[in-house]
C-alpha cells in the first residue's frame, strides 16, 4: 500500500526520555520546526521509571577530573568503550548539566559527600553527584518544549523508518488505531534500551529494543549488545522496585526455606561490602558470588530470597540510604524495618546503535541518542552516567539532525509500506521474555544461548504472518517482530563471545581473554551477522 503524508517536520525526535527531551529542546532552539513523539506518553521510559526516586547524575569534578574520568570509563567498561567516544562524553557533561541547572531543572547536592555511598557505582573517587528529582524535570523540560513550540504526539507507536535515495525522511506509525506517515528532514532515535525483552525487568515495557531493530533495518550497526546491566529489584512487596545495592552490607539474605544464601563468616561479609559498591552484576570482581547465588536461587524459587536489614543500618544509616529509605517510605510505604524479597533482573542496556561522536548513525537523516545507543560505555557503567549520556549526546543528537536540514529538501508526499498481521504476538512475547530470564540473564552458557537461538528461530516461524489492513493488528506484528530482532542480537553477540568482561559472564568461560579485547558488531546482511571488530575499540 501507500501511505499519503499526513504530517511533517525539520526534526523527528522519536523517545520521550532524558536523551529524545534533549534533542527536541536542542534542534527546536538551532531554529528547526520539531517533532517529538512517544509510544506511551510524555516523560516516560526508563529515565522516569517509577521503581525509584529520580536520576542520579554524576560527571568530573572540574577540568582537571576528565582524564581520569575516561580512563576509569576504560577501566570499568574493559576496554570496551570507544576512546574517542567515552572522550567527547566526558567534555560534554559539565556543560550539559549547566544547562538543564540554568533551565531551572532542581538538582539535589550531596551534603555529606565524603560519605562512600556518593561514590558513583563501581567508580573508585568521588565525583560531582547530582540528583535529577523527576517533579522538577517533568516541570521544567514542559515549560520549555511549550515555549519552543515543540509538537508533542503521545501513544504513537514507530513501525518503520521511510527512507528515500538512501535517506531517512520519515516514519510510518499507528496512532489511534490509524496508519500514519509522518515525514521529515531528519530523524532521532531516543527510543531507549531492551530491558523488557526479559520476564524481569526494572523498566517500562516500551524499554523493547525497537530502535536498535528500526535502526539495524535502516542499515546501521550495533555494538556491544551482549553487555546489559543486571541488578537486584523487588519480588514483593512492591515489585520492580530497584534495590539499593549500598545496602548490601547491612543485609541478611535467607532462602524461603529458611537457609542461608551465603555461608556466613568473615568471607561473604567481605563479599558483601565489595557487592555495596555497585549495583549491576558484573563478573570482573569477587562480588559476582553474591549475584550468581541469587540468580541461581532465584531460578528455583521465582518469589525470590528476604532480605532484612541490621540494627546498625536502623542506628545510623548513611545519607544516601536514608534518601532511598525516605522515597521508599512515601511512595511505597515500606520501612527498613519491613522484610522484602528480591530477585535478578534485567534493568539498562550498555550497547546499541553505533553513532560517532556527533550522534550520527552512518545513515544519512538517521541520528541517535541514549540507551539506544552504544560506544561510549563499555562492559560495565559507571553509575549516574546513563543520564549524563542521555543530556550530552541527546543534545548533540538534536543539533546534529539541525544542521542536517540545511538543504535537505522536504520528504516525498507519499510511502510505500506493507502491513502483516500474525499469530498470537503476546503468547510469543511471554515466551521470549522466559527464554531471554532463562538463558540470558547473568549466566550465560554455549548449551543455553545456542538453545535460546533455536527456540527465537522456532517462535519467528510461528508468528504465520499474513497481510493485513488492521492498524493494530499490524502495529503488534511490527512490535514483536522488532523484539525477536533485537534479542537475536544479544544472543549471537553473547554466543560469540567466549569470555567472561564486565557484566557479559559465560559460566563455560569463566574468565576474561585478552585476545577478545574487540568490540562485536552486528549487522544485516542477507540475516543479522555478528563480528569481531578489527582493531581496540
Request: net charge negative.
Amino acid at each position: 500500500m501507500f501511505l499519503p503524508i499526513n504530517w511533517h517536520c525539520d526534526v523527528l525526535v522519536v523517545g520521550s526520555g532524558i536523551a529524545g527531551l534533549m534533542a527536541a529542546i536542542e534542534a527546536a532552539e538551532a531554529g528547526c520546526a520539531a517533532t517529538l513523539m512517544t509510544s506511551v506518553k510524555l516523560f516516560y521510559g526508563s529515565s522516569f521509571y517509577p521503581g525509584t526516586w529520580g536520576l542520579g547524575l554524576i560527571g568530573p569534578e572540574d577540568r582537571a577530573d576528565q582524564a581520569d574520568l575516561v580512563s576509569t570509563i576504560q577501566e570499568v567498561g574493559c576496554g570496551m568503550a570507544s576512546q574517542e567516544m567515552a572522550e567527547t562524553f566526558v567534555d560534554g557533561i559539565q556543560p550539559a548539566i549547566e544547562k538543564v541547572r540554568a533551565m531551572g531543572v532542581r538538582l539535589r547536592q550531596a551534603v555529606q559527600k565524603d560519605q562512600r555511598e556518593f561514590i558513583p557505582c563501581f567508580d573508585h573517587k568521588g565525583r560531582d553527584w547530582n540528583g535529577i528529582e523527576f517533579d522538577s524535570a517533568r516541570q521544567v523540560f514542559g515549560k520549555r518544549l511549550e515555549e519552543l513550540g515543540v509538537q508533542i504526539l503521545e501513544r504513537c507507536e514507530v513501525l518503520q523508518l521511510v527512507r528515500s535515495e538512501g535517506r531517512v525522511c520519515g516514519a510510518v506509525v499507528c496512532r489511534q488505531n490509524e496508519l500514519h506517515y509522518l515525514g521529515c528532514r531528519a530523524l532521532v532515535l531516543a527510543t531507549g534500551g531492551y530491558g523488557s525483552l526479559f520476564r524481569y525487568h526494572l523498566c517500562t515495557e516500551d524499554v523493547a529494543g525497537m530502535g536498535q531493530a528500526l535502526a539495524l533495518e535502516a542499515g546501521c550497526s550495533l555494538v556491544n549488545m551482549e553487555f546489559m546491566q543486571m541488578m537486584p529489584g523487588y519480588i514483593s512487596p512492591a515489585p520492580k522496585t530497584i534495590f539499593n545495592e549500598k545496602t548490601f552490607r547491612f543485609v541478611h539474605i535467607r532462602r524461603n526455606d529458611g537457609g542461608e544464601l551465603l555461608p556466613p563468616g568473615a568471607e561473604t561479609d567481605r563479599l558483601l561490602d565489595l557487592r555495596s559498591g555497585h549495583g549491576p552484576f558484573t563478573s570482573r570482581l569477587d562480588s559476582r558470588e553474591v549475584d550468581l547465588a541469587l540468580f541461581r536461587a532465584f531460578l528455583e524459587d521465582e518469589r525470590g530470597v528476604e532480605v532484612t536489614y541490621s540494627d546498625a543500618l536502623r542506628k545510623a544509616p548513611p545519607e544516601f540510604i536514608t534518601t532511598y529509605f525516605d522515597w521508599l517510605r512515601e511512595a511505597k510505604g515500606l520501612t527498613m524495618d519491613d522484610p522484602i524479597h528480591i530477585g535478578v533482573f534485567a534493568h539498562a542496556a550498555n550497547g546499541g546503535v553505533r553513532i560517532d561522536p556527533e550522534a550520527f548513525t552512518g545513515v544519512p537523516g538517521l541520528f541517535a541518542c541514549g540507551e539506544v545507543t552504544g560506544g561510549m560505555h563499555g562492559a560495565d557503567r559507571i553509575g549516574g552516567l546513563s543520564t549524563a549520556n542521555g543530556l550530552v549526546f541527546g543534545g548533540k543528537a538534536g543539533r546534529s539532525a539541525a544542521a542536517s536540514c540545511l538543504g535537505t529538501p522536504q520528504p516525498p508526499e507519499q510511502c510505500a509500506f506493507e502491513g502483516h498481521s500474525c499469530t498470537d504476538p503476546a503468547g510469543t512475547l511471554r515466551a521470549l521474555q522466559q527464554l531471554m530470564f532463562q538463558n540470558a540473564m547473568i549466566a550465560r552458557s554455549e548449551t543455553g544461548l545456542n538453545g535460546a537461538l533455536e527456540r527465537l528461530d522456532a517462535l519467528e516461524a510461528g508468528l504465520n504472518r499474513r497481510p493485513s489492513a488492521d492498524p493494530r493488528a499490524i502495529a503488534g506484528e511490527r512490535e514483536i517482530t522488532a523484539r525477536l530482532t533485537t534479542a537475536r542480537c544479544v544472543l549471537q553477540a553473547a554466543l560469540l563471545r567466549r569470555e567472561s568482561r564486565g557484566s557479559h559472564y559465560r559460566e563455560d568461560f569463566p574468565h576474561q581473554d585478552p585476545a577478545l579485547e574487540r568490540q562485536i558488531i552486528l549487522r544485516k546482511e542477507n540475516g543479522i551477522t555478528a563480528r569481531f571488530s578489527d582493531a581496540l575499540p
